[in-house]
């Protein structure tokens, strides 16, 4: 290898490097997966370091334009995974650090609620959403990302923000609201507090659970505080063995580390909308837990 290809590989990984978190983001956030998503970072490195550095104005607008057309790939194929999916489908859980819940936008774009509602948007639609309303970027740089035009991508962003406004889960609360929910809700769910569960619950509560045909979960939506509560109470939480709960921050906000005999189990992440949890996501699918085993870095 010449002194001159060197550098450039060294230029290539540098940049990589630089930005690989904010590239992760983007390609979760579009697919709802974190093993996708890494999948698409390699596809991404395998075709940034065959570029023409040379003609690469700027290395991280370049690389989110790799991974976004390589994430749209993938999308229209899980499009079509999903179609035969047993049960609910749910994103892939990510443990995050605490500080991203300080980013009030960032942890709202990485939840679980926001990520179900980028499920309703067409692959274009996601990718225009996720690189304008949480990456900020100018107009023309989606269109060359997406390949289309920047009055189509214009016209696009406005009908996909109108259609996630309908849809995006309402109220906020401060990361310590949070964390006192969170600490309620667990203490009711662990001691099959009745009562607890109905206070700290949202009368329009919705409980989701993905198994994926592997482990026993929910086949549809379990929706209002007193269905809930008693799913809770008294459902797949019975001790038939050992198990440990633990408080952690899934997806940017509170959630539950579920272990049984040592291993996880499970995650439960939880929507808390002024005070109440709003929405309960119970992930038991063997296949989207690798996220929860070491904290995921996210950034914008």
Same mark, same amino acid.
């Given at each position: 290898?010449s /002194?001159?290809?060197?550098?450039e590989t060294?230029?290539a ?11 992760f983001? %983007?390609a979760?956030e579009?697919l ?10 390699? *596809?991404?490195?395998l075709?940034?370091?065959? !570029?023409?550095?040379?003609? %690469?104005?700027s290395?991280r ?7 976004? #057309?390589q994430a ?5 194929? =899980?499009?079509?995974r999903? *179609? ?6 749910? +994103? ?8 991203v819940? /300080?980013?009030?936008e $960032? ?9 179900? !509602?980028?499920?309703? =948007?067409?692959?274009? /639609? ?5 690189l ?9 740089e ?7 035009t920047s009055?189509?991508v214009?016209q696009?962003?406005h ?13 906020t ?6 964390r006192?929910? $969170?600490?309620?809700? &667990?203490t009711a769910? *662990?001691?099959?507090?009745? &009562?607890?569960?109905?206070d700290?619950?949202? +009368?329009?509560?919705v409980?989701l659970?993905?198994?994926g045909g592997?482990?026993?979960a =929910? $086949?549809?939506?379990? %929706? ?14 019975? #001790? ?7 408080? !952690?921050?899934?997806?940017?906000? +509170?959630g $539950?580390?579920?272990r ?8 439960l992440?939880?929507?808390?909308e002024?005070?109440?949890v ?9 296949e989207? =837990?690798?996220?929860?085993?070491? *904290?995921?870095?996210v950034?914008?």
């Open positions: 290898m /002194e001159r290809d060197e550098h060294d230029t990984t540098e940049a990589f490097v630089t930005h690989r978190n904010l590239l983001t %983007v979760y579009m709802g997966s974190a093993t996708d998503a890494e999948d698409v970072l390699q *596809e991404t490195w075709r940034w370091v065959g !570029v023409d550095f040379e003609t %690469v104005l290395p607008a370049f690389l989110v334009r790799i991974t976004t #057309r749209l790939k993938r999308l229209r194929t =899980l499009g079509r999903k *179609e035969s999916y047993v049960g609910p489908w749910l +994103p892939e859980p990510l443990l995050t650090a605490p500080d819940a /300080e980013d009030v $960032l942890a709202d774009s990485v939840s679980m609620a926001m990520l179900l !509602v980028l499920e309703t =948007l067409s692959p274009t /639609e996601r990718a225009v959403f996720v304008r309303e949480v990456f900020a970027l100018d107009y023309d989606i269109a060359e990302a997406v390949g289309k009055g189509t214009r696009i962003a009908r996909a923000r109108a259609h996630v406004a309908a849809r995006r889960p309402r109220g609360g401060t990361p310590a609201e949070h006192a929910a $969170l600490q309620a809700f &667990q769910v *662990e001691t099959g507090d009745l &009562q607890g569960l109905l700290i619950l949202a +009368p329009d509560v409980a659970s993905d198994g592997v482990k026993h =929910l $086949l549809r939506p379990v %929706v209002g505080a007193d269905k809930v509560a008693r799913l809770l109470a008294v459902g797949w939480w019975k #001790r038939e063995a050992e198990r440990s709960v633990e408080p !952690v921050q899934i997806n940017g906000g +509170p $539950l580390l579920i049984v005999d040592g291993e996880i189990d499970g995650v992440a939880v929507r808390v002024n005070g109440c709003t929405g309960a996501y119970h992930v038991r699918n063997p989207k =837990l690798a996220g929860v085993e070491r *904290e995921i870095v950034s914008r």
